[in-house]
């Protein structure tokens, strides 16, 4: 009956799209996505740098790069990639939308600038341009302010980018242009304009005729594609072998004419190449602007029309993160909110190149030492379009923070979410493994340390993508029935205008969503079997327990391959307790748990695309997880759900299994990730004492990692051992909503008149608790962390950790104040 249902409504659906002649197929649909998407400042690893997405063979890149050259030190300090050792004051996005543009502000106090990059685009997505402004912040000392633009045209030499005019007519006309051409981009021209720039000015003559500070400085030279992630050492090494040459002539060089020593010049005669760097030196405010147009293009950018384009782009951000996200204006949260989820939107990264992978070795079942994995191979090339965690420290793609980014993005723009998530799931290879850290290309691996770049294909991690997919696919299906109750009773929806630019063709055509798990379905599923096949876990072991042996189903039990004594990286929760003895019988209750997640949101893709059998296969073995979570990980004795591990030397048969429990994130889990039943209401109400405790959990910062009353408890790295981390938090108020105000448990509210009580006055101070810290932190600090000291409430961890962490903004706009 219900399958009847459904294909009739599938093809009633179709036959309204065919008729109304709306339905883009998923080519179309990822065309005009691709517009929008095309230019972005998409390499988030530099403060600024620009890349084309998709565009791999022959693709512009784009950097900058600033110092104060008013003294030697300052080659020293030349900015370029995010670094955290840089203590800038501050730097980030304060309004941004990868679709249609946004301004990145930075301030400096170390080299005296404040500067700031504002980026806008075309109407078409071809074309675009960057505004420069800076100025300096301490006016009472004096300042040469070095901003260096470089840029490359990828590919070989007859498609490099090359210098239209030469110096000489850039130096009388004060401006600076460069026609490019790239089979994949076609021809275009790349030029700066100034207006009213404070050049500096020196008292005393050039050092030699082209270095002189007060104009426009462009050295070129060629560069393998492969090698311009180096640009900062190439343009450092080329102006000390410069500054050399200087000093040779000229042993006591004063110290005004260090701006002049510090101006880039073509000291060794290179021929010019496929690489431009252009050096202005400023002693006050400047505005500059770098424009590129695609040749014939329809709607090319002009000198005077980008400011009018620049406030036209920051009203249509503005506009779309309000209809998103409901903060009135009047909210003191509103200017965090905005500013952080463009900054996650900011770490928005396209990535190309090669990973390592080890396939060889195996892990230690014996000893848990650490292994390392020296059998790395070259694999891919593949692409990546991915969030990171922070331009700082994570500049890579990240298995298990790439859910909780979707998450908070499915919100904002789902077509864009979608397209992250397609990416991800691209990278699933033939036995279904995705890398858990994905390092893609020199540039990527640079940041990595050397231990972690090499990824190996037993190593597992939390599948939070399949976490965001089943959310992106229940949207789906219930904007779908929707459309068709909404259809058939003659409505007419008035709703947002949709457009490539509001992200929403994909939520006005479920079909097309319903269309893509189709043609993913296959390769899904060996993400799954590969995942369980790779971490099951012994349970046959514990059969000699008799409530194993008689409650639990056969197969449905897991453990993290890779874990070592102190670690359990795959886990995402890095040192998070386990059983101090490592064994190859332990079973860890998340792995459980996150197995649990996959197959449910198996299962919703097999009952959209009505697979009778699977759905029955599905459900059975969700099923069979929900009761082994019990059978298996519940401590009738601590209330908790705990990892087992298996004990030799117990006298009894049930203590064969002992139970190894750590009040904390992993005892919540399945209530997290909503694998408990509506109707255990007694674990529900263990769960939520839990969480409502001061004692053990409850922070007026949010939920600890770790209970106080651990013994692990703030020891060692204090990582997951007792600070507040955004994602488990969010999950955790998440099933709060679910459990407490949407599900059929509420119906039976007068029943357990106290458990909701408890539950909405928990939601609504956890709630209120975050937001309040994470803001205040903020204030104070102008950055999100990437956790929250348990004690204080204090920033700690990486600086700047723009990924999970921004899901605040969806506490504060999404999630309601109370149950
Ligand atoms: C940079 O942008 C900020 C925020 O919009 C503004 O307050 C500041 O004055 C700008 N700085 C310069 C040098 O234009
Ligand atoms: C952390 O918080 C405490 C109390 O609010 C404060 O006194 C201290 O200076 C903070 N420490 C850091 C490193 O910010």
Known sequence: MIRLQRLILFALL????????????????????????????????????????????????????????????????VRHFVEQGDKLDKYGWVWYDPRIGGKETIT?????????????????????????????????????????????????????????????????????????????????????????????????????????????????????????????????SILKDSVQAHIEKNPKLSAESIPSALTIRNIHNFPPGNVQYIQQTFSGHFKFEIIFNKDRSKDQIEEHSIDHLIGLAETMVQQKFDRKFN????????EFAQETFSNLLGGLSYFHGTHLVDRETSFDDENFEKVELKNSKEEGPFELFSMVPSRAFFPRGFYWDEGFHLLQLLDYDSDLAFEVLHSWFD????????????????????????????????????????????EMLSRAKTIQEEMLESHMHGNVHHEEPKSSFEGNILSSHPELLLSYAQDIYPKLLKHFEWFRNSQKGMLEEYLEVPSINSGAHEGEAYRWIGRTVTHCLPSGMDDYPRAIIPDSAELHVDALTWVGVMTRSMKQIASVLDLEED?????????????????????????????????????DDEDLREFVCHEGYLSLLPFAVKLIPHDDVDRLQHILNSMSNEETLLTPFGLRSLSKQDEFYDTAEVYWRGPIWLNLNYLCLDALQYYFSDSPLKSEEAQHAELFKQASKLYRQLRQNIITNTYSVWKKDGYVYEQYNHKNGNGSGVQHFTGWTALVVNMIGRLPEDL
């Open 615 to 651: 759905l029955k296969r599905f459900t059975e073995i969700e099923q069979n997880i929900v009761e082994n979570l019990v059978t298996l990980h519940w401590d009738d004795e601590q209330k908790l759900f705990c990892d087992i591990t298996f004990n030799d030397d117990a006298t």
């Open 327 to 334: 903060i009135p204006g009047t909210s003191k949260f509103k």
């Open 427 to 470: 990278l699933i290879d033939s036995d279904g493994w995705i890398p858990r850290e994905v390092i893609l290309g020199d540039e990527a691996r640079s940041k990595v340390p050397v231990e972690f770049r090499v990824q190996n294909p037993n190593i597992a991690n939390p599948p939070t993508l399949l976490l965001a997919f089943s």
């Open 108 to 236: 400096d106090s170390e080299n005296n600038l404040q500067l700031n990059f504002t980026f806008v685009k075309s109407h078409s997505g071809e074309n675009w341009a960057v505004q420069v402004e800076g100025d300096v912040i301490d006016r009472s000392k004096k300042a040469a302010e070095s901003i260096v633009i470089y840029m490359k045209q990828n590919g070989k030499e007859d498609s490099s980018c090359f210098l239209e005019q030469d110096l000489n007519h850039a130096r009388t006309h004060n401006t600076l242009s460069f026609k490019g051409f790239s089979n994949e981009l076609k021809g275009y021209t790349v030029s700066f304009a100034n207006e009213n720039s404070e050049f500096y000015k020196s008292s005393i003559p050039p050092l030699t005729h082209d270095t002189n500070p007060s104009i426009p400085s462009i050295f070129s030279m060629n560069v393998p594609d492969d090698q311009l992630w180096k640009a900062k050492d190439i343009f450092q």
């Open 14 to 77: 179709n036959a309204i799209s065919a008729y109304c002649n709306l339905t883009p197929d998923l080519e179309e649909y990822s065309k005009t996505s691709s517009q929008s998407l095309l230019w972005a400042p998409y390499r988030a690893n530099c403060y600024f740098g620009l890349t084309p997405r998709y565009v791999h063979k022959e693709p512009f890149v784009l950097g900058a790069m600033w110092f104060n050259s008013i003294n030697a030190q300052g080659l020293a300090n």
